[in-house]
């Protein structure tokens, strides 16, 4: 008779996938593998640079969740597109929402950032309201900003343009960065990197980076940018060296939704000097301008008082 | 797992310990980035959601078993995982449940008796070898090499279940 032989491991292994192992072999088992776990620990001579192993791993599993269609291009096409937006107008109005089911985003005190199915990337800035599908489907990518302000890293998708609906306007990627803001009155569309195309009720204007469409009593208006205000309030921290009020006020606006109301366009001039962490509250930051310029800030909702 | 957000994070916060891990088991670096790569893609196709508080667990379980899977199909140096299973065996033989003791013991009482009762002083009594020298008025040379040569046949012992297999189902019908 030929003697089978079988390693003690294997026969516990061999059991336990079959599910016939005891509660004891199981344990054994388990604590053996957890003492394993326990006890690892990267080392570089052997299993070679973390940062270039960790791509490496993330890579193959974005490669395979596209193939299987479930996750499109997740990091990779990243910034294909980026806009600001600034929004406000007619935050009631409702997209014709086909088959997807609809999720919206919502920000109170501080600003958030979503990413998609299709792996683009929104900035959403405090005190606004986003809405998008769980699931992109058809042609066009639909989304809608319902309220506030928002910046835009739309990944790349020749096939499937990324449509932005915020009050009237529509705002069409071409293959791009930009910031949208809605306020009450008017609609802003700020371009960063790449081509955008807004539109509204028969008018229509193709964006460069660094350039601003500005909807305002039914009109749209192509401007340039002030480049200074195109710093990533969304990301980072920011330091405003000598800035004038007006400067800091427009960021403000941006990355907290909110609307400044000076009577006294005097003070707009005033240098100022300020730091705004990434997730400072609106509260944090005014005390700060305050104690550099004794000026009053009441807030009042989402408007912002200026004595 | 609907949540990129979640989802990144997770990797971000997990992906280093479980390489290194499953690297510990197989000693075969492709072959461990590839069991991370399935377990991520695993738990982002997953229909059900993980528990946020139960997700170190839950990869450290889907690996496991990556690995065990990766075992029995013979892709990686089997006798590194089993050298390690049998220092874990030998090493925690006092705390191991004694109902898997009974297959060490089925083990042990094929040593001859004085290399069984220096072994049993040893691993289960935690004794030193000056302690096991004195108690049986041996001298400490005859202590380590019946330990050693003790240890020796308790390892071939777990390489090789084959025949002792029956008397652990024997064991069991009782």
Sequence with gaps: MIKRLKHSLEYLIDKSAKNKTTQAEENLLNDFVLSEYQNSNWDETSMGNSNEVSQNIYEGIQLRMEKKKTFKPYFKYIAAASILFLAGLGFLFQPNVANEKQLTFKTSDVPKSIQLSDGSKIYLAANSLFQYPENFKGEERKVCLLKGNAFFEVAKDKKHPFIITSGEIKTRVLGTSFHIQLSKSKCEVIVVTGKVNVSSKGQSVDLMPYEEALFSDKKITKLPVDKSLLINWYTADIALNEATLQQVITILQYKYGVTFECENKTFLSIPVTVFIEKNASLESVLKQINYITNLKFNVYDETVKVN | ?174
């Design chain 2, 1 to 174: 797992m609907k949540n990129p957000e979640f989802f990144e994070k997770t990797y971000t916060k997990y992906w280093k310990k479980l390489t290194a891990f499953s690297y510990t088991m197989t000693q075969d670096n492709d072959l461990a980035q590839n069991i991370v790569q399935d377990v991520f893609v695993d738990l982002w196709e997953r229909k059900s959601d993980v528990e946020i508080n139960a997700i170190e667990p839950y990869l450290f379980r889907a690996v496991k078993n990556q690995v065990f899977k990766h075992y029995q199909n013979n892709k990686f140096d089997k006798t590194i995982l089993e050298d390690k299973f049998e220092d874990y065996v030998i090493d925690h033989f006092a705390t191991i449940d004694p109902e898997v003791m009974d297959l060490l013991y089925s083990l042990l009482e094929k040593l001859p008796e004085k290399r069984k009762e220096v072994l049993l002083m040893y691993k289960m009594q935690d004794m030193t070898i000056d302690q096991i020298a004195d108690e049986l008025g041996i001298s400490k040379q005859t202590v380590k090499n019946q330990i050693s040569s003790g240890l020796k046949q308790l390892r071939e012992g777990l390489k090789d279940l084959a025949w002792i297999a029956p008397f652990i189902i024997l064991q069991q019908k009782f």
